[in-house]
């Protein structure tokens, strides 16, 4: 099912929630920029996992990455 989306200067892809509804499954993708920053990665996932559970999504993949955006 195509849903409207937009992606930010920052290269954020911006899904209309109110348009996708809950009940699907979801991919959880949580990006930081160094090793150093490993704890922030795993507090990323940690709170969209919650998010999408509490509003009664499935997460299906989690996927991480750890990587400078230039």
Excluded: I, K
Excluded at 15 to 20: G, H, K, S, T
Excluded at 35 to 63: C, K, S
Aim: hydrophobic share 40%; net charge negative; glycine share 12%.
């Amino acid at each position: 099912m195509p849903v409207s989306a937009r992606r930010l200067e920052s290269g954020t892809v911006w899904v209309d929630v109110a348009e996708v509804g809950g009940g699907g499954r979801v991919v959880v993708y949580a990006r930081v920029s160094s090793h150093d920053q490993r704890a922030d990665l795993d507090r990323q996932v940690a709170r969209l996992t919650e998010w999408a559970t509490a509003n009664g999504h499935e997460v299906g993949e989690v996927v991480c990455e750890v990587g400078s955006g230039l």
